[in-house]
């Protein structure tokens, strides 16, 4: 037993402390690169997630409690996104900073208007998201507003450097601003063009580039898609062909592959969100790699 | 909206109370009826303006499922209008049922060398509701959290409600600290902590079965520590009442057993996860009957019998889950293994405390289990368990008489199929060739479901 104290002291001895000021636990990719560009060196960052795993799925990993349990600020999506362990991992981790209601606790989706909202919350319907659909990252003119609630809250975390936090999000808003014009200009003939989504995780992106969505490969959100309704969907495509099927890079190939298969239709993975690919490394390289994916599909010739 | 009105009817307030103190008072009578009227006119107004303002909403959210128009979601702007509904818990309600068919006589259930306490035993031959469990949790206030675990289950021709869990914890202790009390599931082990519908099989280990009759649940108190380090290091202790077994009888003034755990645990690259556990149980006992006695399970050939001592166990668990590139959805693999050790002090008395004897038990246990899935949807599972005793007795035949004296090792060997719609259902089958006793084989087969509605639950490692 006394020996055993002597280990867990030992273990304390040889793990210090490290010097950074804001230690920022995020969700998701996407939070930590957004932290990062507005933060600074500073910093501890630390994402939950990386680019090839599903937010929904994960558990409550003891590596997690113990990240949550030295941070000072948590980045997540909310609106259910991470209701499966997010909740868990806050009552694990015994930190009082970073619960709700705290300047520590910060919901990007608390921040963004939401979108496919459903009118019935009913689990029959697959995994609804009562609160809107969660994946608002993918139009990057959410991105911008959650920079504006992330810069504040850094500076209400750490005042000494408000200044500094406030210049990095101008300098931020003003490449990111300037980085849209040039996507937006990029996408204008993606205008209209007919898309299958394999999970509903781009209406954000959609809506923002105007694209039109023809059908969703899971015919319940969360469930795998069944043959018969990928049937359906590949009759509903000779009726009313689309250009190409969209699948994000953490997600089974499977489903869009058959479907690819079936129909002579390209699949293209996008990235989804930072590290989905090994050119979306930060949150520029994410936009311009969708649009470069996007693109390269967008004449029926194959571009 | 209804800001600006009540802002008008406050204005007016404040204008008749700052009015000249000379006013006489018909004056300030008539001022009241008007004000009144006003209100009145203008309460009308204010509901016919929500109730419009509800309509357009309903229709606006029936047009939304085609192309929904942007909501902001910020929390002031959606207030509902609830009342006391808006702080609704969240409740989650499990239902289980399962069909056991056993290739011996379940009522003959024993294991040598160990007393089945607690919930320990077989369940029901046949088809059975098995056990309903209604959770109800949520946050009390900004430093407490509450939970309560109902489990509805039939024994005999009776519907019981046993109150499985009902907890506080305290959620704003700085450093890392975690409070809780009420009655809980002690986290001891691996698998104690976690209810049994989360379970990768459709019944306990054999050494839960024989060290903690199924599941060591006791009121008490828990104090837990985060280390502040990057690697997961968590110590705690518990401090019980002691009617759980392994304790019994609340000894001690009602403060009868204690426990100590720490684990430690972390990632592998990104596909690899792993925690290493150790803990210890303390327990006093005061009159510990076997359930043999009580509920029927249990029995043949075996006396009930009553225990009176020291109760002492360590138990050792460890997890490694695997999951490519840390993304479970569609194939991953858990291993969990957990060794048990106890030694009892005291005396053990059959026949209604007729014949005693003192008693000197050693016992050992281990589980080892690997769940798979291959693919969307699909686990498969294999499980072995173990048991051993090295029991001591001045009196040789009351420990026999007891069934604390055997030669035979129990183990069981399981195999297990199941299928998850989604999260939130299963079904399962499971087949066990069960050498608990001596003699030959019992071929068990179940098939389970196992389904939860209601709060999402968490998942947990």
Aim: aromatic share 10%; charged share 25%; with cysteine.
């Amino acid at each position: 037993m006394q020996r055993f104290v002597y280990l867990i002291l030992l273990l304390f001895a040889v793990t210090p402390a490290a010097g950074a000021n804001l230690r920022i636990f995020t969700c998701e990719p996407e939070w930590a690169a957004l932290a990062t560009e507005l933060a600074g060196e500073n910093t501890n960052i630390f994402s939950a997630t990386t680019g090839l795993q599903n937010p929904h799925k994960v558990t409550a990993r003891p590596s997690l409690i113990a990240k949550m349990r030295r941070a000072d600020l948590v980045i997540c999506t909310g609106a259910d996104l991470e209701a499966g362990w997010l909740p868990l991992l806050r009552r694990k981790a015994n930190n009082p900073k970073v619960l709700p209601g705290q300047p520590g606790y910060l919901e990007a989706a608390d921040h963004v208007p939401m979108r496919e909202i459903p009118s019935r919350v009913d689990r029959a319907e697959g995994d609804v998201h009562p609160h809107g659909n969660p994946h608002i990252h993918t139009d990057p003119r959410n991105i911008r507003r959650v920079a504006q609630v992330v810069s504040e809250r850094l500076a209400t975390l750490d005042p000494a450097n408000a200044t500094q936090y406030r210049q990095r999000l101008a300098d931020f808003n003003g490449r990111w601003d300037a980085a849209l014009r040039q996507w937006e200009s990029v996408a204008a003939n993606l205008r209209g063009m007919p898309i299958v989504t394999q999970h509903k995780s781009w209406i954000y992106l959609i809506e923002w580039l105007g694209l039109e969505r023809i059908a969703v490969l899971e015919a319940k959100p969360g469930l795998p898609p069944s043959a018969a309704h990928l049937s359906q969907v590949a009759a509903k495509l000779e009726r009313r062909p689309a250009r190409v099927i969209l699948r994000a890079a953490y997600q089974d190939r499977r489903a869009s592959d058959w479907l690819a298969d079936r129909t002579g239709l390209a699949v293209a993975a996008l990235p989804y969100t930072v590290g989905g690919n090994e050119r979306a490394t930060d949150l520029f390289g994410l936009f311009d790699e969708t649009l470069r994916v996007l693109n390269q599909h967008a004449n029926p010739e194959g571009g | 909206m209804n800001r600006h009105y009540s802002l008008i009817i406050s204005g007016l307030l404040f204008g008749l109370m700052s009015a000249p103190a000379a006013a006489s008072d018909p004056d300030i009578q008539q001022l009241r009826q008007e004000l009144e009227l006003l209100k009145q006119s203008y309460e009308e107004r204010i509901n016919a303006l929500e109730a419009r303002l509800a309509q357009m909403t309903q229709e606006r959210k029936v047009s939304a499922t085609a192309v929904s128009p942007p909501v902001a979601r910020d929390p002031g702007a959606r207030a509902l209008r609830q009342g006391q509904n808006a702080f609704n818990p969240g409740i989650a309600v499990i239902l289980n049922g399962k069909y056991n068919d056993y290739g011996r006589d379940p009522n003959d259930y024993a294991l040598p060398g160990f007393q089945l306490g607690g919930e320990a035993g077989l369940s029901s031959e046949g088809l059975t509701a098995e056990e309903s469990e209604i959770t109800i949790n949520g946050n009390i206030d900004d430093r407490f959290y509450g939970s309560l675990t109902l489990g509805l289950h039939q024994d005999e021709d009776e519907t019981e409600v046993e109150l499985e869990e009902a907890y506080i914890e305290a959620t704003g202790l700085a450093g890392g600290t975690g409070l809780k009390a009420g009655r809980f599931f002690s986290e001891i082990g691996y698998l104690n902590r976690q209810h049994t519908h989360t379970w990768d099989f459709a019944d306990e280990p054999l050494a839960y079965r024989a060290f903690l009759g199924k599941q060591y649940t006791d009121d008490g108190v828990q104090a837990r520590w985060l280390a502040p380090t990057d690697t997961f290091v968590e110590i705690g202790g518990e401090l019980l009442r002691g009617t759980g077994f392994p304790a019994s009888g609340a000894d001690n003034e009602g403060k009868g057993a204690y426990s100590i755990f720490a684990r430690t645990g972390g990632d592998v690259g990104t596909s690899h996860s792993w925690r290493v556990g150790l803990s210890g149980l303390w327990a006093d006992a005061r009159e510990r009957g076997s359930s043999g006695d009580e509920h029927g399970h249990g029995g043949g050939g075996v006396e009930p019998s009553v225990f009176d001592g020291d109760s002492d166990l360590w138990i050792a668990d460890f997890v490694w889950k695997w999951a490519p590139d840390g993304n479970p959805t569609e194939r991953n693999f858990k291993f969990q293994t957990e060794y048990f050790d106890r030694r009892e002090d005291g005396t053990v008395a059959v026949d209604d405390g007729a014949e005693i004897s003192g008693y000197s038990g050693e016992q050992r246990g281990w589980y080892a289990q690997g769940v798979y899935q291959f693919r969307p949807r699909w686990r498969i599972g294999a499980r072995y368990d173990r048991l051993s005793s090295t029991n001591r007795g001045n009196d040789p035949e009351v420990l026999a008489e007891a069934g604390l004296l055997s030669t035979h090792d129990p183990s069981r060997a399981s195999a297990m199929l199941d299928y998850s719609r989604s999260e939130f259902s299963r079904l399962r089958f499971q087949y066990n060739q069960d050498k608990s006793r001596p003699g030959e084989a019992d071929d068990q087969l179940s098939m389970q479901y196992i389904m939860s509605f209601g709060a999402h639950g968490g998942h947990q490692f």
